[in-house]
């Protein structure tokens, strides 16, 4: 990656993130506290903290621009509840302005430097988790029904199923060794293939012969699971997933969104009924839900329960990466399902862009090798695989990118539709606890044999 480059990624980041920031009304920067959501200018102040504490003051010995502040922009250091505190935090002007004045001593940074491995993996890595944030910002108004981001389009962007194309059905991955992570060298940074830890190091699988659907899940299909009255099946449910039916009852009856002889949830985070017919929300709107876009928003325990009434299984993580880089040794390896050019509107949802709501038989430009779409953006897909290191894992040098979500977190792939294209490819992990439905989840499935 080229200086030129570089900084057109921290451009476009910071306007990204000043754009779903200046746009929202200052009564909506006063979100109202969600466990699964951040006030949008701590986020804000949070992303200029990274910049400072792993560029400036790791390799420059930089103070901060208020050492006062430290301690409230760093997550480790202020509970998830006290971020709401505006008798503590600087209001949206003062936030900005340390925002501005962050990335324009980077800008400066990158222009005066060499830019030795060191130093660009450590400004890529900022940069990645900024966009992270961005992702966060998206699902936050999602999540307490503010407008769409700037830019959000629902106009179908990317071309549909065309004459002779698949009509959806499994796709055939054959029994073999494949490779799996990305191709970094042995040292801790690499000039060219980014990546981070938990994704290192590369390594061989051997995988026995597995049918995919080719498409994800669509709001069709799940409906259907709906309406058979899925949600009311215990033998459908694991143990795990009768214990978050539970617990999303007491929420719904705790927020007034549930009658009190209603047990469980009925349906999914953002669906209603209205006059007989599905609808889903869209931000601030309610629409009609949209049947042959993928169904999104849905907890590890929804899909796995769907699986079980679909007489199917969830794949696991290595099955899913196989089926979208098909990576080999020998071979040339595979970034993305169609191969290495970097993704676009073509091939993939992504940016905040489309919203998951186009068709599952869409983008057929960015097909993988066996023929399964959106495998990169549109949802982040569910696997059924717990999210652990990789034999041989090293940190990196943010220790806690990955370590404190192994275990209990279980692994979601390729990216969603408001993941930011620079930040995803196959390789990539993301963890999730198995109860987050406010996320844009969802899922794709396997045969059982």
Known sequence: MHKAELLAEL????????????????????????????????????AAFFYEVFVFKLLDGDASFDPSM???WDSFHIDHQDRWRRDIFPGLVKTLNYFDHVYEKMAHRIKSSQLS?????LFRYAIYHQNMHIESLVWCRQTVGYGPPPG????????????GDSSGGDARIPAGDWLIGMPVDSGQ??????????????????????????????????????????????????????????????????????EPMLQTPKHPVYWRRHEGQWQERLFDQWQA?????????????????????????LPTEQEWEVAALGNRKNEAFRRYPWGNDLPDAMRADMNASGMAKNPVADYPEGASPFGCRQMIGTVWEWTSSQFLPYDGFRTDMYP?????????????????CATSSC???????????????????????????
């Open 189 to 258: 940074y690499a000039a060219e293939d980014f990546a981070f830890d938990a994704e290192k190091p590369r390594h061989g699988v051997t995988l026995s012969e597995f049918s995919m659907s080719r498409y994800l899940v669509s709001n069709r299909e799940f409906a259907e699971f709906v309406d058979d009255g899925g949600y009311e099946k215990p033998d459908l449910w694991s143990f795990g997933g009768q214990k978050w039916l539970r617990t999303e009852a007491d929420i719904a009856l705790a927020q007034g969104r549930s």
């Open 289 to 313: 839900l949209s049947l042959d876009a993928p169904v999104t928003h849905v907890s590890y325990w929804e899909a796995e329960a769907y699986c079980r009434w679909a007489g199917r299984r």
């Open 400 to 416: 806690f990118m990955s370590t404190l979500q192994f275990g209990d977190h279980k692994v979601s792939r390729g990216g969603s």
């Open 117 to 121: 491995d060191q130093e660009l993996y």
């Open 70 to 72: 430290d301690d409230l």
């Open 423 to 449: 930040l995803i490819r196959g390789t990539y992990r993301q963890a999730y606890l198995p109860q987050r439905n406010d996320v844009y989840t969802g899922f794709r499935t396997c045969a059982l044999t």
């Open 152 to 163: 959000t389009q629902f106009e179908r962007p990317a071309p549909g199923n065309r004459p």
């Open 11 to 46: 451009e476009n980041t910071r306007m990204r993130t000043r754009e779903l920031i200046t746009s929202l009304g200052e009564h909506q920067l006063e979100v109202p506290y969600h466990p699964g959501v951040n006030p949008p200018l701590w986020e804000m102040g949070h």
